[in-house]
C-alpha cells in the first residue's frame, strides 16, 4: 500500500498514541473512525497503519487511558467504540504540551522554513 | 478479560464499515470489500500480534513447552531415567545434610526475639568449675547469677540453667515404680527471660526461686506430657516424687519448645532453689566458687553486643576479686586479671555437640555440593550428546521460523523438568539418608530435625541452580547452529570439536572431583582405622556397664551410701564368673572432674589433671595394669590414711626424677581433700576420648570420700544374657528401690565414642564411590557418544587395514588421556582437600601415600573399565555395515 502513495509521512514513534487520544476528544469513536479521522484531519498526509492502530489501542486501553464498550455505529453496524477517560483526558494535554515544546525546539534547531525550501 | 474472539470481531467490524463506507463512495459491494480488506493488511498477523501482547500467552506457551519436553524425555526413557536419579540423589544428599546442618548451626530458638539474648562464654564446658576465673570463663555460680541479675545494666533479664541435665528417677503420680526422669535446673527467670509462655497453667517467675529448698514445683515439657501423661488435661497439680521431695507441676511448655540447649530436651524443669534436693551429691547454691551454671540473656533493645559485653566484664572482674578475698596474693590477683567474659549471640541456642558436628557436617556439605556438581556435569553431558542429535530437528524448527530464545527457552524447559523430577525424588532419599546420620552421628536423639522453611527454601534453590548449571550451556550450545550445514548434514552425524572439548572437559573435571573425593574419603578410613587401634590403657572386652541412681532412691552423701555402694560392690563381685566390679564417677568418654592439684614443696602447677573416684577394685575389673606400689583396696577406708593410684603421665609431670609412692598432694582448700597420699602408679590409659592427649590422672576409692558415683563397671567373661540378670538381683538384693539403668559393653562405648569419626569417613566413602560411579557413567556415556558417531570412521578405518586392536587401543587412548588430565588435577585438588579438612577436623593426620595412591588406582582401574566397553565395541564394528551406516 504504501508503495501507492509514497509521499504520505511516517507516523513518528510514540505520536500514534496522541493522535489516538486527541481524536477521541471529541467523543467515542471505534477504531476504523479514528484510522479515518486521522487520515482526514492531517489532510490525507498521515496513513495510520491498522497493525499499529489496534496494539496502540490495547496498550492505551490497558493503561486505563481510554475505556472500551461495544456499540452500534451511525450505519447499524456493531463496533467496539473507545472513549476518552479521565486519566487519559490529563495523559493527551500533558503529551500535547510536551509535543509541541519538542515541535518548537526542533523547529528552531532547523532554523526558518524559506532558507530550507 | 478480552479473548480473542472478542478482538476478530473488533477488526470484522473494521473491516465492514471501511466497506460501507467505500460503498457510499461508489464502489461495488464486492470491489468496496476487497479494497478494505487490502487496506487493513493482514488480518491474521493483527490478530496474532493481539493475541501474542497478552500475558498469558506465556502460559499457553509454556504449556506447549511442557508437553513437548515430557514427550521427549518420554521418547528416550534410559537416559532421561539415569538423569532423573541422578539429580534424586545429589539434590537428596544435599538437602540431608542441609537439614542437619540448620538443626544444628542455623535455627533459631522458638522463642520471643531470639536475636536479642546473648550467652556468657561459650558453653562448651560442663559441669562445676572450683577455681578463681582466670581466662575465658564460661561457667557460673548461683551467687554470681544473682550478682550480674542485679547489678548489669544492659539486660533486660538473666537466666541460669545448670550445665549438667540430671538425670533422675522418681515417681509419677501414684506410679508403683521409679521411673526416669530428667530433670533442668533452670533460675526462675528462664522462661521470662526467653519469652516463652506456658502452653498450660504457668511458667516458672523470679518468686519460685527465693528460697534453697523451698519450691517444690515444675514445669512439664510438651514432649513429656504428650508421652508420659498422655496430654492429661488435668497435668496442673500431678504430683512427681524425686528423691525425698515431692514437686506439683504447675505448668506445661509449648509443643515447639525443646529447650534451650539444642538436642537436650528435659522432662522437667525445676526451680534452680531446689538444687539440693533434686541432686544431694553436687550442689552448691550458696558457694561462690560453684560454678555449674550457664548463664543466658537478653539485651534490652538498642544494646549493642560491645556494650553489654563491656558492662558484663566490669561486673564480672569486680565480682572475682571479692571471690578472691582482701587477703589475696598479687599472683591471684594478676591470674584474676586475664579473667573475662566472651558474650556471644544465642538465638540457635546453646549447644555441646554443636562444636563435635560442625566440623563433620562443614566437611560432609562440602563433599556432596562435590557430589551434586559431578551430577550436574553428568546431565550436562547426557542433554549435550542428546540435543547433538537432535540438532536436524532444531535446525528445523529454526528455519521455518522459530527464535533461538524459544528453542532456549523449550530446551530449558525440559531441563527444568529433569530437575523438578530429581527433586521431587530427592524427598524419600533426603529423608532416608537424614535418618541414617542421625542413627550414626553422636547427635543426641532429642535433636528435633523436621524440614523447615529454610530447608524447603535451600532444597528449591538448589534445584534451580542445578537446572541453570547443567542446562544452560547445552541449550545454548544446541541453539548456535550454522543452519544449512546442520540441514544438509544427515542425523545423528554433527557435534563440532568445540561440543567435543566440553563434554570432555566435564569429563575430566569429574575424574577430578570423583579423585580428590576418594582421596579425601581414603584419608578419614585411614584416620578411623588409626583411632580404633589406639592404645586405651584398659582392656575393653568382657567389661558390662550400667548406672545405679542412689539419689533418686533417696540416698544422701553418708554412711548409708557408703555401705550400701560396698555392699553391691561385694555381692556382685562373689557372683560365679566375675573377676572385678566397682563403682566409679567416670568410666569412658562421659565427661569428667577436672581439677589441677597442689604438691607440697613445689609451685603451683597450671596442670590439670583428671580425677576419679572409684570402688577398691575398679582398677583391676577395667584391667588398668600396675606399674608401681599397690592398687587400692577395702582396708582404704574412712579410718585410715586417704590414698591415691596415680598414672604414669601424673608421676611423671609432679615427682619427676623420683618415685611416687608415699608422696602426698591435695586437690582445692576442702579438708576432706588434703594430703592424700600415692599408693600405685598405673599405666597410662584414655579416659574422655580416644583423641585426647594424654592426661595426667588419679584414682580414690569412694571408701574414704563417701561420694555419690553412679557409674558401676563389672568385668566377666560369662554370657552377657545370663550375667546381666544375676548382677540386677544381687543389687536388688542390697536395695530393691535402686533404679538401675540399662547395661551396655565397654566396647559400645568405646565404638560410640568414635561414632562422629566412623560417621565421616563413612558417609564420605559412600559418596567418593557415588562420586567415582557418576564419573564411570559419564566416561561411558561420552565414549559411547563418540563412537557411535564415527561408525563411519572405523569402518573406513578397518576397510584399509586397520587391525581390530588397533582401533580398539585408539579409543581407549582417548579415554586414557582425558582420564590422565583428570587424574593430574585431581591430585593438587586432593592435596588442597585434605589440607582444609585437616584444619577443621582435629587429630587429622597429612596425606599418606596409601591414603592417596589407593584412589588413584582406583579412579584408573573404573576409567578404564568404562572406556574399555565402548572401545570394544567399536572393534565389533563390520566394516561393510559401517560404511553404509547412514
Known amino acids: ?117 | 478479560m478480552r479473548t480473542p474472539d472478542d478482538f476478530r470481531e473488533e477488526i470484522r467490524a473494521h473491516v465492514d464499515l471501511e466497506a460501507d463506507r467505500l460503498r457510499e463512495q461508489g464502489l461495488s459491494p464486492e470491489e468496496a470489500r476487497a479494497a478494505a480488506r487490502r487496506s487493513f493488511g493482514n488480518v491474521t498477523a493483527a490478530e496474532e500480534r493481539y493475541y501474542e501482547s497478552r500475558r498469558w500467552v506465556w502460559l499457553n506457551l509454556l504449556a506447549q513447552d511442557l508437553r513437548f519436553g515430557l514427550r521427549m524425555l518420554k521418547r528416550n526413557p534410559g537416559s532421561s531415567l539415569v538423569a532423573v536419579l541422578t539429580l534424586a540423589l545429589g539434590i537428596g544428599a544435599n538437602t540431608a545434610i542441609f537439614s542437619l546442618l540448620n538443626v544444628v548451626m542455623l535455627r533459631h530458638l522458638p522463642v520471643r526475639q531470639p536475636d536479642q539474648l546473648v550467652l556468657f562464654g561459650k558453653a562448651e564446658w560442663g559441669g562445676s568449675a572450683n577455681e578463681l576465673p582466670d581466662r575465658n570463663w564460661q561457667l557460673f555460680s548461683y551467687p554470681g547469677y544473682r550478682d550480674f541479675q542485679r547489678r548489669n545494666k544492659v539486660f533486660s533479664d538473666v537466666a541460669a540453667i545448670d550445665s549438667i541435665l540430671l538425670t533422675t528417677h522418681g515417681r509419677v503420680a501414684s506410679a508403683e515404680n521409679l521411673e526416669k526422669v530428667s530433670v533442668e535446673l533452670v533460675s526462675g527467670t528462664f522462661f521470662q527471660t526467653l519469652g516463652v509462655e506456658a502452653a498450660i497453667g504457668r511458667t516458672l517467675t523470679d518468686a519460685d526461686d527465693a528460697h534453697p529448698g523451698a519450691h517444690p514445683i515444675a514445669v512439664a515439657n510438651y514432649a513429656w506430657w504428650e508421652r508420659r501423661l498422655g496430654k492429661a488435661p488435668s497435668v496442673l497439680g500431678t504430683a512427681v516424687t524425686i528423691g525425698k521431695t515431692t514437686y506439683s507441676i504447675v505448668g506445661v511448655t509449648p509443643p515447639q519448645f525443646f529447650g534451650a540447649i539444642v538436642g537436650q530436651s528435659p522432662d522437667l524443669w525445676i526451680p534452680l532453689s531446689m538444687e539440693k534436693e533434686v541432686s544431694p551429691a553436687w550442689n552448691g547454691l550458696d558457694q561462690d566458687l560453684f560454678q555449674s551454671l550457664y548463664l543466658l540473656a537478653r539485651r534490652k533493645p538498642g544494646v549493642s553486643i560491645e556494650q553489654a559485653s563491656a558492662n558484663v566484664n566490669v561486673v564480672f572482674q569486680q565480682m572475682a576479686r571479692a571471690y578472691a578475698g582482701t587477703a589475696a596474693s598479687p599472683e591471684v590477683l594478676e591470674s584474676i586479671s586475664h579473667a573475662h567474659v566472651e558474650l556471644t549471640p544465642a538465638a540457635t541456642g546453646l549447644s555441646h555437640f554443636r562444636r563435635q558436628l560442625t566440623g563433620p557436617l562443614v566437611i560432609l556439605m562440602s563433599i556432596v555440593a562435590l557430589v551434586l556438581l559431578i551430577a550436574c556435569a553428568n546431565v550436562a553431558n547426557l542433554l549435550l550428546a542428546r540435543s547433538a542429535s537432535r540438532q536436524r530437528e532444531i535446525a528445523v524448527r529454526m528455519s521455518i521460523g522459530a527464535g533461538r530464545q524459544r528453542v532456549i527457552q523449550q530446551l530449558l524447559m525440559e531441563s527444568g523438568l529433569l530437575g523438578l523430577a530429581g527433586a521431587a525424588l530427592s524427598a524419600p532419599v533426603a529423608w532416608g539418608l537424614l535418618r541414617l546420620l542421625l542413627s550414626m552421628s553422636s547427635a543426641p536423639v532429642a535433636l528435633h530435625v523436621a524440614p523447615d522453611l529454610r530447608v524447603f527454601v535451600f532444597a528449591l534453590a538448589l534445584t534451580v541452580l542445578t537446572v541453570l548449571l547443567f542446562g544452560t550451556v547445552p541449550a545454548l550450545r544446541a541453539t548456535r547452529l550454522d543452519l544449512p550445514a546442520s540441514l544438509r548434514a544427515g542425523p545423528g552425524v554433527t557435534g563440532g570439536p568445540a561440543r567435543n572439548r566440553l563434554a570432555r572437559g566435564l569429563i575430566a573435571g569429574q575424574v577430578a572431583l570423583s579423585l580428590a573425593l576418594l582421596a579425601g574419603a581414603g584419608l578419614l578410613l585411614h584416620n578411623l582405622i588409626n583411632l580404633t587401634n589406639v592404645n586405651t590403657g584398659f582392656d575393653k572386652r568382657n567389661v558390662l556397664l550400667t548406672g545405679i541412681d542412689s539419689a533418686g532412691a533417696g540416698y544422701h552423701e553418708d554412711v548409708r551410701l557408703e555401705n550400701m555402694m560396698e555392699r553391691v560392690e561385694e555381692r556382685v563381685a562373689a557372683l560365679p564368673g566375675i573377676q572385678g566390679a566397682g563403682f566409679a564417677l567416670s568410666v569412658f568418654n562421659g565427661g569428667g572432674w577436672t581439677d589441677s592439684i597442689v604438691v607440697p614443696g613445689q609451685p603451683a602447677l597450671q596442670h590439670d589433671v583428671t580425677h576419679n573416684i572409684v570402688g577398691a577394685h575398679y582398677l583391676e575389673a577395667m584391667s588398668m595394669p600396675l606399674v608401681l606400689g599397690r592398687y587400692l583396696t577395702a582396708r582404704d577406708d574412712r579410718g585410715s590414711q586417704k590414698v591415691a593410684v596415680i598414672n604414669e603421665t601424673m608421676a611423671r609431670t609432679f615427682f619427676p626424677g623420683m618415685s611416687p609412692v608415699g608422696r602426698t598432694f591435695s586437690i582445692g582448700k576442702q579438708p576432706d581433700w588434703q594430703s592424700l597420699q600415692v599408693v600405685g602408679v598405673v599405666r597410662d590409659a584414655k579416659y574422655m576420648g580416644l583423641q585426647e592427649k594424654q592426661q595426667a590422672a588419679a584414682f580414690y576409692p569412694h571408701a574414704q570420700h563417701w561420694s555419690m558415683v553412679n557409674n558401676f563397671v563389672v568385668r566377666s567373661n560369662r554370657d552377657p544374657k545370663l550375667v546381666i540378670p544375676e548382677i540386677r538381683r544381687a543389687i536388688a538384693d542390697v536395695d530393691p528401690k535402686l533404679p538401675i539403668a540399662d547395661f551396655t559393653t565397654l566396647e559400645q562405648v568405646v565404638g560410640r565414642s568414635l561414632a562422629n569419626s566412623r560417621l565421616v569417613a563413612q558417609l564420605s566413602s559412600a559418596f567418593g564411590a557415588l562420586a567415582a560411579l557418576l564419573a564411570s557413567i559419564g566416561i561411558y556415556g561420552v565414549m559411547s557418544y563418540s563412537i557411535t558417531r564415527r561408525t563411519n570412521e572405523f569402518g573406513v578405518r578397518m576397510a584399509l587395514g586397520a587391525r581390530r586392536a588397533d582401533v580398539q587401543w585408539m579409543v581407549l587412548q582417548e579415554t586414557l588421556r582425558l582420564v590422565l588430565v583428570g587424574l593430574a588435577v585431581g591430585l593438587m585438588l586432593a592435596l588442597i582437600l585434605n589440607r582444609v579438612m585437616a584444619s577443621i577436623l582435629f587429630g587429622l593426620g597429612p596425606a599418606d601415600p596409601l591414603a592417596i595412591g589407593l584412589p588413584v588406582a582406583l579412579m584408573v582401574v573404573v576409567a578404564i573399565f568404562s572406556g574399555w566397553i565402548p572401545a570394544r565395541r567399536a572393534t565389533l564394528i563390520d566394516p561393510t555395515v559401517a560404511l553404509r551406516y547412514e
Open chain 1, 1 to 117: 500500500m504504501s508503495t501507492q502513495k509514497p509521499e504520505r509521512l511516517e507516523l513518528l514513534q510514540g505520536t500514534l498514541d496522541l493522535l489516538i487520544l486527541r481524536t477521541l476528544i471529541f467523543g467515542p469513536e471505534h477504531g476504523q473512525g479514528i484510522a479515518r479521522a486521522i487520515q482526514q484531519t492531517s489532510g490525507n498526509e498521515l496513513l495510520v497503519e491498522h497493525g499499529a492502530l489496534y496494539p496502540a489501542l490495547q496498550r492505551l486501553e490497558a493503561r486505563g487511558w481510554i475505556g472500551a464498550e461495544w456499540g452500534t455505529s451511525t450505519n447499524n453496524r456493531k463496533a467496539r467504540f473507545y472513549t476518552l477517560t479521565k486519566a487519559g483526558r490529563k495523559q493527551l494535554v500533558e503529551e500535547t504540551t510536551q509535543w509541541r515544546r519538542l515541535a518548537v525546539a526542533i523547529g528552531r534547531v532547523l532554523g526558518p522554513e524559506s532558507e530550507e525550501s
